[in-house]
């Protein structure tokens, strides 16, 4: 069993409870406006993981919300306390984006992508993993994660 198995998170009044039952993928904070507006925030932090390996209890309803790139993505909420919970990328079907800190344990960013939309009262310190647009997954994903997104796109 993987020692990063069985990831918790819930929405504020806990009706909506999910496990996320094997490693995730990747994990990384969106400052681009479209994140910005969806949040109410100055950004957002999402960890990315399989499909299969997200297992949802509880009530949610969802909408479809744009993108930057035009393809949009589709969010999924709490039906009793509004909680946005997780996403599903219409460029990326099989995976799910899950809103980090609605983890029991939130994860660290990896990578800060859309830096040239950035608040400018937001200060990121670690320079290596910031992108001002987006980045090149082969170059900056874990090798085990481009691993596994292989071997999914063969199955």
Not at 22 to 47: E, R
Not at 110 to 131: G, S
Request: net charge positive; with cysteine.
């Amino acid at each position: 069993m993987n020692e990063a198995q069985n990831l918790k998170g819930s929405c504020v009044c806990g009706q909506v409870e999910y496990t996320i039952i094997d490693k995730p993928l990747f994990t990384q904070a969106c400052h681009c406006k479209n994140c910005k507006k969806s949040t109410g925030s100055s950004f957002v932090i999402h960890t990315m993981v399989f499909e299969h390996d997200f297992v949802v209890k509880g009530e949610v309803s969802s909408s479809d919300l744009p993108t930057g790139s035009g393809k949009g993505y589709r969010v999924f909420f709490c039906v009793n306390c509004g909680v946005y919970l997780y996403c599903k990328y219409k460029v990326s079907p099989g995976r799910i984006a899950v809103r980090t800190v609605t983890l029991e344990n939130p994860i660290t960013p990896q990578a800060h992508i859309f830096l040239k939309d950035k608040d400018p009262w937001i200060e990121v310190t670690n320079k290596e993993i910031c992108f001002d647009i987006y980045y090149d997954r082969d170059k900056i994903w874990p090798k085990e994660s481009l691993k596994r997104l292989k071997q999914k796109r063969k199955t």
